[in-house]
Every structure is written in structure tokens, then in C-alpha cells.
């Protein structure tokens, strides 16, 4: 099998790395030998040995009838998407990291191939080296899936574990992140909790089978969550996670991501610096938790190679996965039921009760202000009620 590798990036240059290193194993698992017949990048790799494969036209790639397999590790949509629609259009099999790409246009591409009988698959774009695609459809078909939550960035849950350890401030611990290469120049998407709204917006998709529109989902980051807000946690003994969750009640798909407190019994609780992990509960199964390396070189590549071997092995014969392109509602927000940690000005501590009912005290010792843990209620009703009170520094949800 001839493969084309678009993008030598990070993730691109790791596929061609584990097909290298673990050539022998993945022959014998494909069935046959998968050789890397062209790389695209519009850069140039003098001394790097794919050099001597490397192509900046596309159209090569597009118009070689010998390429079965297109592995796109460019990111971002403009040009990937018409990259692989032309791909799939020309009856070639398209293995992805690019949870962009997927979020995006996942339910049309999917469904040309489909028409094409070749296969789209997208195991690395959520949880990098994690099996979490495959095993929602396929090994996860018997349940109706009831929640999902996951740590799903590994940049911010390194900051937040980093702030809980060291009793740092966001910004100082951000740029520490940067500086080890952990977080990117422009840190926007990882903490303002846009890469963690299209990968929960991927797996609602595949776990209702509809299109979910990340666009839908609330998304919180974790700018604002500070030092004192760690201080509170440590006395509730619990952490401050990110987490991308979606739950269904009765016909209602609620969907978000923020910041949560999150207790030491929870299964997502110590999971801590750049790991991931996706808890999913199954009305049959109960819960099953997936953890591991949610992103980095070798683990992305390790997943994407691995639909490479799939898509190898099912020449001629496409696996379905079911994510039609029909809209899937997400419930506005209001109407979704949490707890809230809230912090504010101590001269508010009696008022809290009148405002809320029965909330939980929290004392971190921190001079002029208290905290509190509200009864579960819904989104709406704590909005209206938390104006009541004029001194709020910040709420956090409560799992
Ligand atoms: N920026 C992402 C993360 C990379 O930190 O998890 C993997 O999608």
C-alpha cells in the first residue's frame, strides 16, 4: 500500500516515524506493507530522509492512482477539507488528527465515504493516543450512552495541576507551560476551551449519531480560575479541572465545557498534568473510563497510524460509523442543572443562605470574603439569584 503524508509537522513527521520504527508489525496486522510514497509540505527538510519524497503540489498526491491512503496531519480546515473531500472523491481512504477538520465537516465527509466505499477515519483527533473513537462506535453500540466527561486539553490540565501544586496564579504558570513548549505561542484555543469544545462536540456526535454544532456549546476556559480558587479546593478536597462534558436526560442533550470543582472520589480526579482521560457511562455498561497521552508526537501518530492499518485492511469495504449530517439540539444552556462554588465579600457571608437555601461553607482562611457550594439547581435560577448578591468574585460549577 502506498500512502501520502500531508503535513510534516509534529504529528505528520511521528506517522512517518512509527510506520519506520514498527514497519515489520504494521505489515503483518495490514496484511501487506504500507509504504509513505509522498509527504507534502510547502517547507523543505534538507538531511531529512523525506526529503526525497517531499511534494508541495497536492495534485500529485490527488492524481496518483496508486495512493490508497491519505494521512492528513496539517490541521485547521483551509486547505485540508478540500484537501480530503477531493481524497474521498477520488476513492482514497483518509486517516485524520485534525479535530477541526472533523468537528467541522465530520458527518459530509464520513457520508462521501461512504458513497466512495473507502473509509474517513479520525481516532487521533480527540484524546491524541487515546482509543476513544472506535470504542464509542463500535464497542460502546449496545448502550445508550448517558454522559460523557473528559479532560480533553492537555495544556490546560497541565496548568491546573501546575496551580494546585506550586499555589501559582494562571499567568505564571502559563507562561512556565509555554516555555517548556507545553503551550503554544498563542495559548487562545487550549485556554479559552476551544480545542476541548470541538473534541466534546465529536464525541456527542458520535455518541447520539447526529451533527452536534460546536458552535452550540457553552464554552468557559480557565483564565479567570486563580490561586485562591485553589485555596478553597484544597479545603472541599477536591480539584479545579476543565472538563468537556455532554449528558442525556429524557429527549435533552445538554453539552459544555468549564472549569469544574471536581471531588477526590470522582474517577477524573487525578489525572494530572498533560494526560487525558474521558469518562463515558452507558445505561447497560455503568461507567468506563479511557486514559493515556492526550496528545504529543508519537501518541497522536501511534493512533493515527493505526486507522492507517484499518483502512488497509478494509480496502474495498467501508466501516460505518454512524454520525448523520442531521442537526442535534443541544438544550440551551439555562436549562442544565448544576452546583456552584461561589466566592464573596465577607459581609455577604448570611446573606448566601437566604439567597441560595442550604449552601455548604468553605473556609480557606482568606481574609474579607467567604465561599459557599449552592444545592444543584438550574443554570437560570442561579443567574437570577447570584445577582442578589453584590460582592461576587467568581463561581466555578461543582460536579
Ligand atoms: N493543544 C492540544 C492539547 C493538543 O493541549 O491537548 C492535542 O489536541
Known amino acids: 500500500m502506498k500512502i501520502a503524508v500531508l503535513g510534516y509537522g509534529t504529528i505528520g513527521s ?9 514497519a515489520g508489525k504494521i505489515a503483518r496486522r495490514s496484511g501487506e506493507t504500507v509504504e509513505v510514497k509522498y509527504v507534502l509540505d510547502l517547507r523543505e527538510f534538507p538531511g531529512d530522509p523525506v526529503q526525497d519524497i517531499l511534494v508541495h503540489d497536492y495534485s500529485v498526491i490527488a492524481e496518483d492512482d496508486e495512493i490508497g491512503v491519505i494521512v492528513e496531519t496539517m490541521g485547521g480546515t483551509k486547505p485540508a477539507y478540500d484537501f480530503v473531500k477531493t481524497a474521498l472523491l477520488s476513492g ?13 465537516h465530520g458527518a459530509e465527509l464520513i457520508q462521501i465515504a461512504k458513497e466512495k466505499n473507502v ?5 487521533a483527533s480527540v484524546g491524541g493516543g487515546i482509543p476513544i473513537i472506535r470504542p464509542i462506535n463500535q464497542c460502546i453500540t449496545a448502550d445508550e450512552i448517558q454522559e460523557i466527561n473528559g479532560i480533553l486539553n492537555g495544556t490546560t490540565n497541565f496548568i491546573l495541576t501546575k496551580m494546585a501544586e506550586d499555589g501559582a496564579d494562571f499567568g505564571d504558570v502559563l507562561k512556565e507551560a509555554q516555555e517548556l513548549g507545553y503551550a503554544e505561542k498563542d495559548p487562545t484555543a487550549d485556554v479559552e476551551g476551544y480545542d476541548a469544545c470541538r473534541k ?11 451533527q452536534v454544532d460546536y458552535e452550540d456549546i ?3 476556559g480557565i483564565t479567570k480560575i486563580t490561586a485562591a480558587d485553589f485555596k478553597y479546593a484544597e479545603k472541599m478536597n477536591a480539584a479545579i479541572k476543565i472538563f468537556g462534558t455532554s449528558k442525556k436526560i429524557g429527549d435533552h442533550v445538554y453539552a459544555m465545557v468549564a472549569p469544574q470543582v471536581v471531588g477526590h472520589d470522582h474517577p477524573l480526579y487525578s489525572v494530572n498534568g498533560v494526560f487525558n482521560a474521558i469518562s463515558v457511562t452507558g445505561n447497560m455498561l455503568g461507567d468506563v473510563m479511557f486514559y493515556g497521552a492526550g496528545a504529543g508526537k508519537l501518541p497522536t501518530a501511534s493512533a493515527v497510524v493505526a486507522d492507517v492499518v484499518a483502512a488497509v485492511k478494509h480496502q474495498g469495504e467501508h466501516v460505518p460509523i454512524t454520525w448523520s449530517s442531521d442537526k442535534l439540539d443541544i438544550t440551551p444552556l439555562d ?17 448566601a443562605a437566604g439567597v441560595f437555601g442550604e449552601v455548604q461553607m468553605i473556609d480557606a482562611g482568606i481574609a474579607g470574603e467567604c465561599g459557599f457550594v449552592t444545592p444543584v439547581m438550574k443554570e437560570k435560577e442561579f443567574s437570577e439569584k447570584v445577582k442578589a448578591l ?10
Do not use: H, P, W
Not at 466534546?200 to 447526529?210: C, H, N
Not at 462554588?341 to 465577607?346: A, L, Q
Open 335 to 351: 436549562e442544565m442543572e448544576n452546583r456552584f462554588f461561589v466566592r464573596v465579600g465577607g459581609e455577604e457571608r448570611e446573606k
Open 119 to 123: 473509509n474517513f477515519f479520525f481516532e
Open 200 to 210: 466534546i462536540a465529536i464525541l456527542t456526535s458520535l455518541a447520539y449519531g447526529k
Open 14 to 22: 511521528g506517522v512517518v516515524e512509527v510506520l519506520n520504527i514498527n
Open 92 to 104: 482514497k481512504s483518509v486517516c485524520t488528527s485534525n479535530k477541526e477538520l472533523v468537528a467541522a
Open 390 to 399: 453584590d460582592t461576587l468574585i467568581t463561581r466555578i460549577r461543582v460536579q
Open 218 to 220: 457553552y464554552t468557559e
